[in-house]
């Protein structure tokens, strides 16, 4: 079953202009990973934000949780065409394995 | 070079018949798991592997098996019994210590054909 569900399912940004992708999920949670693949490829590890953290910097990467609601958002500042990818949340609840959404497929337009 | 290899990049299966897809890694991680992935979708787990010589079903476990003779390698083998193997399979790894759930690396993955 999943537990992170993506949204929106697929977005498509002019280069330079900012990127938010949204994931909710259902239950408590140890933490939140954020994950990219490129087309045909494997997922690369992005960010992990935990429980007990309300906000995460990567370069330009900004990741949010907000426990309360469930949520978390993933923000790719100053976009590039290298950006296109599928991103992934990903949960773990407590002493569980990783739960994967469905994704959000991101073109960025040179 | 440390990472995570799978191979082969394609494979193709005909009725009836089992493959194995190759995954090894020289990262030195305890923890090494398998995933499926099909089109427009997230990745759903077939078996998981905490140390040697001991592995756990995952979401989807029907119509595949796996090993752990290697801390380096862990191999998965799709049966006949698995109806509809055609998807994207993913290999990863993670290191000991933590839970589960804590940060994985993942190999180049290996698309299953069928014939």
């Known amino acids: 079953s999943q537990q992170g569900e993506e949204d929106p399912q697929a977005l498509s940004i002019q280069e330079g202009e900012n990127a938010t992708m949204n994931c909710s999920y259902k239950?408590?949670?140890?933490?939140l990973q954020w994950y990219r693949q490129n087309s045909g490829r494997g997922l690369v590890h992005l960010i992990l934000?935990?429980?007990?953290?309300r906000e995460k910097h990567s370069g330009r990467l900004r990741v949010t949780l907000d426990t309360s609601k469930k949520s978390s958002s993933l923000l790719i500042t100053a976009s590039r065409a290298a950006d296109t990818a599928s991103y992934f949340c990903a949960t773990t609840e407590y002493g569980n394995k990783l739960v994967f959404g469905a994704g959000t497929i991101l073109r960025v337009k040179s | 070079d440390g990472g995570i290899t799978q191979s082969p990049k394609y494979l193709f299966r005909k009725e009836g018949q089992n493959v194995t897809l190759s995954c090894e890694q020289n990262l030195n991680h305890d923890a090494m798991y398998w995933y499926r992935q099909d089109p427009g979708q997230g990745l759903r787990l077939i078996y998981y592997?905490?140390?040697?010589?001991?592995?756990q079903k995952g979401d989807i476990a029907e119509g595949y098996s796996v090993s752990r003779e290697k801390k380096e390698s862990f191999p998965l083998t799709v049966t006949s019994a698995q109806k509809n193997p055609t998807a994207f399979y993913l290999c990863?790894?993670?290191?000991?210590?933590?839970?589960?759930?804590?940060?994985?690396?993942f190999g180049p993955g290996t698309r299953l054909l069928v014939l």
């Open positions: 990863a790894s993670r290191s000991g210590g933590g839970g589960l759930g804590e940060t994985q690396y």
């Open positions: 592997s905490q140390i040697v010589n001991d592995f």
């Open positions: 239950t408590s949670i140890n933490n």
């Open positions: 934000i935990r429980s007990n953290e």
